[in-house]
């Protein structure tokens, strides 16, 4: 069957043919390809189509698909039973490790997905203080737990409003929802409501409204302003852990958090993630203290593997030196053949995940985001993809590079965007 034929057919028994709503293309139009297989860089898809991915299964692929080192390692680990619902070594082998490479972590739980580790973080937090409020970013996104499924209401001091179906308003209005960047606005709500506020959660780089960075303080205000008034600050790190360096963007930045979320490249593309922080505040979570998590397949044997593999992988010396130079030599490459097209475009990376904006300069807030030209990245991405490059189906997402990009996919993916930018500026008109 080609792409559409499964995708009519996916269609009929998944809501949208996708099991993650981003995958299903709405937001660029068109059919997604169906991937049957992927190796290094490379995505082939139902029809046999190759494609340069940049999507990288939205960050885990941090050392490109079917790593042999990573694929054997799950072999072994399947060839002694897929999960046992009991502790093993190699549990505490990954915390161990997490701990020594994570700022801020004592003591980590494992988990099977980024919004499991954030929902749980939430609740810690909330119970270590016994405090309700929390303050998350507009554009942020941390999963889908309740909790966290909010927009910001009217002003920004005001209550939370559910940005989904199904949130109650009483859980909503728990959450204060501030512009990205925007201490200002930290400021005011912790003056207004300072001892009623249990957690901050931030995305240390912002990844999910496109990539926006963090402005100069804003982080170590997060990081005053939490200590000051006893609230739990909570970096997201999710997307940027071990994505932008070894110790994540709390490494980067030099922030201590008091917890810290972590998923996808821990886990190598196999379902693991993790949250953990402080020893005070982990000795409250079960079966230590009061606040309740559990998982019947936290700390699975194959994620353990793969999570491992992966990260003996990326310690290698200099390893986030060349993925940091792989991201800038694609976007520095980006940059100029849009200069050369003569449309309106930026763009930045930091460590091994970029941005690209049909804007003349980075944005660095959702408001600016939301003034990027989205009709025209929407017709780059397919004038890119009809040319073997897989961005990211949305103007409102991240890229991600892996240590099997090359000089090759660097350079093919340039000449594409040479054309692609000459179509996007011809049928702009
Ligand atoms: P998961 O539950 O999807 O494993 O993780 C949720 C999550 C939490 N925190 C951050 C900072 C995240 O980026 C994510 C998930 N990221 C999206 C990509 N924008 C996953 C892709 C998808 O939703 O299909």
Redesign the pocket.
Known sequence: MNNAELFARAQLTIPGGVN????AFRAVGGTPPFIRSANGAWLTDAEGRRYIDYVGS??PMIVGHAHPQVVSAVQAAAAAGLSYGAPTAAEVELAELLCMLVPGMEQVRLVS??????MSAVRLARGFTGRDAIIKFDG?????ADSLLVKAGSGALTFGQPSSAGVPTDVAKHTRVLPYNDIAAVNAAFAEAGERIAAIIV?PVA??MNLVAPSEGFLASLRALSTRHGAVLIL?????GLRVGLRGAAGRYGITPDLV?L??VVGGGMPL?AFGGRRDIMACVAPLGPVYQAGTLSGNPLALAAGLATLNLVQSPGFYERLEETARTLTAGLVEAARQAGVPFSAQSIGGMFGLYFRSSAPRSLAEVLACDTAAFNRFFHAMLAQGVYLAPSAF??GFVSSAHGEVEIERTIEAASQAFRTTARDAC
């Open positions: 993650s709503p981003v995958r939205w960050g997905s980024g919004t499991e580790a954030t942020c996104y941390h999963g889908h995305e990844g999910n997201d790190e999710v997307m940027t979320t998923g996808k993630a997402e991240a």
